[in-house]
């Protein structure tokens, strides 16, 4: 069976700090993978989506990036936090051909100090 | 520019009352409209998506392209819906086929 994994699952880290977050998926290939930030009264929002690896699309421009270096890893990158960057932050993934049903990680949360 | 608005963040009901949690949503094109439930301690999946027309847990929903709504209905509701409600739209062309844009939620209480 298919899972995804996130970590780390909580992160304190200071403001012009990098920050790497990564999500693995396991028992697919080629998944669609999304990273999302979860911020309470503001839903969900799709910061970047990933086809295949190398390809990355993204939706909201910011202080982030990311990066697919192998089929099944997607990470979230900053070289430099804002205090804004604080959140819950949840990577996904979906097969291509049900790419409307989503898989959701645990999620990390990133607090900015 | 696709968007999915749902209007109440917290819905409070009692037990054995029916439950409506909206969604309205703006795309230009013929949309997917899906709901996705994410229980106290547990991760966001799928509940439902309105092509199937099928009723999970109780809940049903319908799209109605004329109101651009696709709310969430159950007759009679349990405590343990209780859980935070997204509604999320797909749209039908180029990359956002990949997509799902989702509304900000709902947090729906069910009291004994």
């Known amino acids: 069976s298919q899972t995804i994994h996130q970590w780390p699952a909580t992160l304190v880290q200071p403001v012009g700090s990098p920050l790497s977050l990564e999500c693995t998926v396991e028992?697919?290939?080629?998944?669609?993978l999304y990273w999302y930030r979860q911020a309470a009264g503001r839903g969900l929002q799709l910061l970047f989506y990933s086809v295949g690896i190398g390809q990355i699309s993204s939706e909201v421009p910011q202080n982030l990036s990311a990066s697919r270096p192998q089929d099944r890893q997607f990470i979230l990158s900053s070289k430099k936090l804002l205090l804004s960057d604080s959140g819950f932050y949840l990577c996904?993934?979906?097969?291509?051909?049900?790419?409307?049903?989503?898989?959701f990680g645990p999620g990390t949360r990133l607090t900015v100090t | 520019a696709q968007r999915v608005t749902q209007p109440e963040k917290l819905l409070s009901v009692f037990k054995g009352a029916p439950v409506e949690l909206k969604c309205n949503y703006s795309y230009s094109g013929s949309p997917e409209l899906f709901w996705y439930v994410q229980y106290s301690r547990q991760r966001l999946q799928l509940l439902l998506r309105h092509i199937s027309r099928e009723s999970i847990k109780g809940f049903t929903a319908d799209l109605n392209k004329g109101e651009t709504s696709f709310h969430l209905k159950k007759p009679f509701a349990q405590e343990e819906d209780s859980a935070m409600y997204y509604c999320a739209l797909r749209g039908n062309s180029g990359g956002s086929n990949y997509k799902l844009t989702f509304g900000k939620g709902t947090l729906l209480t069910v009291n004994p």
């Open positions: 028992g697919t290939s080629n998944p669609n």
């Open positions: 996904a993934w979906s097969g291509d051909s049900r790419a409307y049903e989503q898989y």
